[in-house]
């Protein structure tokens, strides 16, 4: 789950139970999987099929918001493609059981929506269970073959390892080129007098002001935190005018630079900054507890009733600061020491994602369930799918722009879309520029994320993509980043609190090489260059 959603946490926690709904549709009998590949039924027969059972759907969704989601578009495009569905709505608290059931043999349905559902992995591990949709797109999915004529990227992510498709892909609306960025606390400057930072070092000139005055005028000059913990890697964040461009999570702290995958914690970019993160450290700038603090501790420190932290990493202010958020503004792309300008950005893993619609080897008539599918690659259809049907989540005006809607029900936006729609998940499409056809009633924390996301983007340089992995790479990553990830995450720790970096880095690197760091740079090279050739 994205940082993003974080809010949710709390909800995710409860005892919830697993809620299924017939959609108001047939609900299709299924027998234990026999993990043979069907073949392709006739146009005519898969129709035939397709009346008289219909097609069960399952997808997962992070919190119980009811069963609106799929009521709107999916169900009336189902309607329209002449086939009736029924839907399973699994609750993420329950899937990782659940999932290892159905895996081993269970009552599989005919399709999973959501790329929440399976990893990679999952997909290749278990082809017997999963159908290649190649044979499929000429004849049931116009949308689709155009767009992967049209988008190289979405031909791409739609290609497994193994060359074939298993998996359709999504690019989604509205969703930012940057993602979690730096915050300050604008009252603190104007209480002391001082211009929002524009360079590392305006930058750590105010942490120092932070530092040494009663920032938050609360009579207390000891109390404020210059930098603390936010919910993005602090770290990573503080290191960022250096070049540490980390990009989503997931993606094994890699990059690319002059065209060539590059692993940010062996970069020259990286020892910069952790050595610049040592001064600032052991100068009285950075929270102690940096380390060592849990969640908990991090929320209070965040969240106080009186605001004590300067600056921080997250997604937006109010995701980050609660009800000090008004008192933040977002840090400008802080210019480092080369002169240039960084931020954290991957375009792809934001708004591109793998695996959003995979039919199982239990659907005896694919065709009519993928002419449906088809019909969510639409700009009508991703916005909706996105924000709730029209009428309801989104208004389409006469001259082709839309207008998101104000939430109906007193949630938040971000809860109101969640409840209406699949939101994240499911195929979508939406060609370049789409979002400026994209306008918001009330306030909306997409609008915000866009509205930064415009100053910001222009400073977003080549992230690294998201490459597939055969199974072989996938193990293989699997035990070698355990080992690397927690050296790296330990020596990183040590650097910043006691220093030794520029001492200790050929030792390090060393070390990294006896875990099997070169095996681990040449699985992604490979994938990369795989990713790049299926384009």
């Known amino acids: 789950m994205h940082k993003k959603y974080g809010l949710f946490a709390g909800a995710m926690a409860l005892s919830l139970t697993l809620t299924a709904c017939g959609g108001g549709a047939s609900t299709q009998t299924t027998e234990v999987n026999d993990g043979e590949t069907p073949v392709a039924a006739s146009a005519g027969e898969a129709d035939d099929k397709a009346a008289e059972g219909g097609y069960r759907v399952a997808t997962v969704r992070w919190a119980d918001w009811g069963e609106d989601y799929h009521t709107g578009f999916p169900d009336e495009a189902a309607k329209e493609a002449g086939i009736s569905l029924s839907w399973d709505t699994i609750l993420n608290s329950d899937w990782a ?259 959003e619609f995979v039919v199982t080897s239990k659907c005896e008539n694919p065709g009519p369930l993928l002419a449906w599918i088809d019909k969510f690659y639409t700009e009508d259809a991703s916005i909706q799918n996105f924000y709730g049907s029209f009428g309801i989540g989104v208004e389409k005006e006469e001259d082709g722009t839309y207008t998101v809607l104000e939430p109906q029900d007193g949630n938040s936006a971000d809860t109101f879309a969640w409840i209406q729609s699949v939101r994240d998940f499911g195929p979508k499409y939406v060609a370049e520029g789409f979002n400026d056809k994209v306008s918001y009633a009330a306030e909306n924390g997409d609008a915000s994320k866009l509205a930064l996301d415009k100053e910001l983007g222009k400073y977003a340089k080549e992230a690294y993509p998201n490459v597939s992995y055969t199974t072989d790479q996938l193990n293989t990553l699997a035990t070698l980043s355990t080992d690397i990830d927690a050296y790296v995450t330990a020596t990183q720790a040590t650097w910043v609190t006691e220093g030794g970096v520029d001492e200790q880095w050929n030792d390090y690197i060393g070390t990294l090489e006896a875990m099997g760091y070169n095996d681990f740079i040449q699985i992604q090279q490979d994938a990369y260059s795989t990713y790049q050739a299926n384009k």
């Open 97 to 355: 059981d659940k999932k290892a059931v159905l895996l081993a043999g269970g009552d599989l349905p005919d399709a999973f929506l959501g790329s929440i559902c399976f990893s990679e992995s999952d997909i290749l591990t278990n082809t017997g269970s999963f159908i290649a949709l190649d044979d499929y797109i000429d004849e049931y999915m116009p949308n689709f073959k155009a767009v992967m004529e049209s988008d190289p990227t979405m031909k791409a992510l739609a290609t497994s390892a193994d060359g074939h498709i298993y998996g359709l892909p999504s690019k989604k609306p509205c969703r930012p080129t940057v993602s979690n960025q730096m915050f300050i606390n604008k009252t603190w400057l104007d209480n002391l007098g001082l211009e929002v930072p524009t360079t590392y070092k305006e930058f750590e000139d105010c942490l120092a002001a932070f530092r040494d005055n009663d920032a938050n005028g609360n009579g207390d000059p000891s109390d404020e935190i210059p930098f603390g913990q936010g919910y993005a890697d602090s770290v990573m964040f503080f290191c960022l005018p250096f070049g540490t461009t980390i990009g989503a999570d997931g993606t094994y702290m890699m990059t690319v630079k002059d065209g060539s995958p590059v692993y940010i914690p062996t970069s020259e970019e990286y020892k910069a900054g952790i050595e610049w993160m040592h001064d600032c450290y052991v100068n009285g700038l950075i929270d102690p507890e940096l380390f060592t603090e849990d969640s908990s501790m991090r929320d209070a420190k965040l969240m106080n009733e009186t605001p004590i932290v300067g600056a921080a990493p997250g997604w937006t202010a109010d995701s980050t600061f609660g009800a000090n958020a008004g008192e933040y503004v977002a840090l400008p792309a802080l210019a480092g020491p080369d002169g240039n300008q960084y931020v954290s950005s991957d375009p792809e893993h934001m708004n591109y994602s793998r695996y």
